[in-house]
């Protein structure tokens, strides 16, 4: 019986080893050729950079000197999202820290981003990026109101008038809150449909002509509306003393049924109707219906 012996001094291990090592190297270079020839020809192409040009109103006005002015901004789209509001997102956080607006939920709900985008006011945040790359995208604060920086208007007053419509329950029963439940059917509960989602952006009343010139009097779309959702709540019982507070010639009958409130809403609400509503109730044409069921509760 011949038996070969494994001896590194007789040449037949090394020998063998020798082939082993030279076959598994031939296997990897082959393995890693066909890799690469599969990734080259799966590989997609790098995209052409879509540059879309913005042009945005520029204002400090604690910065002396400074005057209003039109800042352009050159963003690759094919590196942003798709709205407005993640265009000014990416200026400010990869261009210019120095530009400010008012941002917060990004989804339509807050009201915060409201600004004039192209002429029309709406919110930066579901206004979709016009793709036409020849055309540049002119972004300005919401007209007619006082300017705190930049994108960024001053909200005092108008959130003044809305607190002065006094937007919360009134009751005549002397009850504290929440000693009991305040009960409404289903069809005065649907009434409110259209009023209730205001979300106060002033989209409406910053488009309003008459609330341009006389906004010190006139109260707006926006605030009219919502002083109609509690004149016309069930639950609520101040709806002669609502009504009183609006009987002079300026908080309501500076509308002039422009519609300019009705066609820029972003959350599609018509506040033109809302505001015509109440000009019946002040004039006697319409009255409030009575409560469809007894509006007091049990605890």
Request: charged fraction near 25%; include cysteine; glycine fraction near 6%.
């Amino acid at each position: 019986m011949n038996v070969i012996s494994f001896n590194m001094y007789n040449g037949v291990f090394p020998k063998i080893l020798k082939e082993i090592l030279i076959r598994s190297q031939s296997t990897a270079t082959a393995a890693a050729a066909t890799t690469a020839a599969a990734t080259t020809a799966g590989a997609q192409p790098v995209a052409e950079k879509r540059v879309k040009k913005f042009s945005v109103y520029r204002w400090d006005p604690e910065k002396q000197g400074d005057k209003p002015r039109m800042q352009e901004y050159d963003v690759d789209l094919n590196a942003c999202g798709p709205m407005v509001l993640d265009a000014l997102i990416k200026i400010k956080n990869e261009m210019d820290p120095t530009l400010t607006f008012r941002r917060s939920c990004r989804e339509g709900i807050c009201g915060s981003c409201a600004m004039n985008i192209g002429g029309v006011n709406t919110l930066a945040c579901i206004s979709k990026i016009d793709t036409n790359l020849g055309k540049t995208s002119k972004i300005y604060p919401l007209p007619h109101m006082y300017v705190i920086k930049d994108l960024v208007p001053d909200m005092n007053y108008f959130y003044e008038q809305y607190r002065g419509i006094e937007p919360w329950l009134q009751r005549n029963d002397g009850l504290k809150p929440g000693d009991k439940q305040y009960l409404q059917s289903v069809e005065d509960r649907k009434k409110l449909d259209g009023l209730y989602e205001c979300i106060l952006c002033a989209c409406c009343s910053t488009s309003c002509p008459s609330y341009w010139w006389n906004g010190d009097k006139y109260l707006g779309p926006a605030v009219l509306m919502q002083a109609y959702r509690w004149i016309i709540d069930s639950r609520d019982e101040n709806t002669e003393g609502r009504l009183n507070k609006l009987r002079d010639p300026f908080s309501v009958y500076k509308c002039h049924t422009i519609m300019n409130c009705t066609k820029t809403c972003p959350k599609g609400l018509n506040p033109g109707k809302a505001i015509a509503e109440v000009k019946k109730l002040l004039s006697g044409i319409a009255k409030k219906e009575k409560p469809k069921i007894e509006t007091l509760g049990s605890k």
